[in-house]
Structures are given as C-alpha cells and as structure tokens.
C-alpha cells in the first residue's frame, strides 16, 4: 500500500496509523497526539482496548515500514474534529491472501452507524489490492451491534470457539 493514504466517508475519515503517532499513543501523550493528528483526542479513546496492541504495532512499523495501512487507521469525524475510534488489519495478508480485521468506537459515537460507515470504506480500499483475497473476523457471540456489521458488510460466519464467532469475507463474493 502507498503511504499517501487516507480513505473520507461522508461524515468520517481514516487515516492509518503513523509511526509517530503509535509512539505518542504508546505514552499517552495527548497534546502530542492532538497535534499530530489536529483533531481532538477524548480521555475515553485511552479506554480502548486497541491502546494495548499499540508497543506491538509501533515495533511492527519499525521492523517493516511497508505494513502501514495494514495495520491500525484511526477514524476521525470530520463534524467536530474528534478521534472516534480505530479499525484496521493484523499485519500483510498471509501467503493465501487473507488478513483479519477489527474495530471499535468510543461509547459516545455508538449506535450511529459510524462503525459500519469505516469498516465498509476499509474493506472496500483493501480490497483494491492485488494481494488481498479474504478478511476474516472475530465477534463474541453476544455482541449483536458488531455482529450486524459483519452481516452487512456480506461476510459469512464460518465457525464458533466457545462464545467466539469467526467470520470470512472472499473477494469474490463481494458485491461492488
């Protein structure tokens, strides 16, 4: 992928996650990621769960700078300048093409399809690339708002691990 990326939606956009950007989310260093990013940070986005991957993502850039844009895209709403969220991929697609997708929004951005809106864009662009044959995704089972993203984005659940849904979307099955 280029590293000139950023995908707009009608009321987001997504940028993937900079280098730079992962280090100052790493510290927690909030006027340093306001800056970078010229969009405020809310306290709530350091409750994500995605803060943990960030040491591991960070090292993942360092070690192959080419991974950007398949990792971590922060989702910005352009109304009111504010990070809402993050979605992505875990690294490159693996030898058969596949690569696995997640994403969460802050509570206060819930519930407004907001989520739907990015992973949508996401799939979309990632799809654009020759490498790219299938994502995959996990849900908890008791997880309908996520859930229902899966469905309409068209992905296939494909199998359970206890109360953990695992969910396939091909490239041929898409529907542009």
């Known amino acids: 992928m280029n590293h000139s990326l950023h995908i707009t939606t009608q009321r987001l956009e997504l940028l993937p996650c900079s280098l730079e950007v992962a280090q100052a989310a790493v510290t927690k260093n909030k006027s340093k990621l306001e800056t970078l990013l010229g969009v ?43 990070l809402i969220g993050d979605l992505g991929f875990g690294g490159k697609p693996n030898e058969q093409g596949t690569v696995e997708i997640g994403y969460e929004v802050i509570s206060a951005y819930r519930q407004q399809g907001f989520a739907f809106e990015a992973v949508e864009a996401l799939v979309n662009f990632a799809f654009t690339q020759p490498e790219l044959k299938k994502i995959i995704a996990h849900s908890p089972d008791d997880l309908s708002a996520s859930i229902r993203i899966l469905e309409k984005l068209g992905m296939q659940q494909i199998a359970r691990d206890e109360n953990l849904l695992k969910w396939e979307l091909k490239l041929q099955s898409r529907q542009f």
Request: glycine share 6%; aromatic share 14%; with cysteine.
């Open 40 to 82: 405020n940070v809310p306290e709530d986005w350091y409750a994500c769960e995605v803060l943990d991957l960030f040491p591991m993502y960070a090292q993942m850039l360092i070690d192959d700078p080419s991974q950007l844009g398949w990792g971590m895209w922060l989702m910005i709403h352009i109304g009111d300048s504010t």
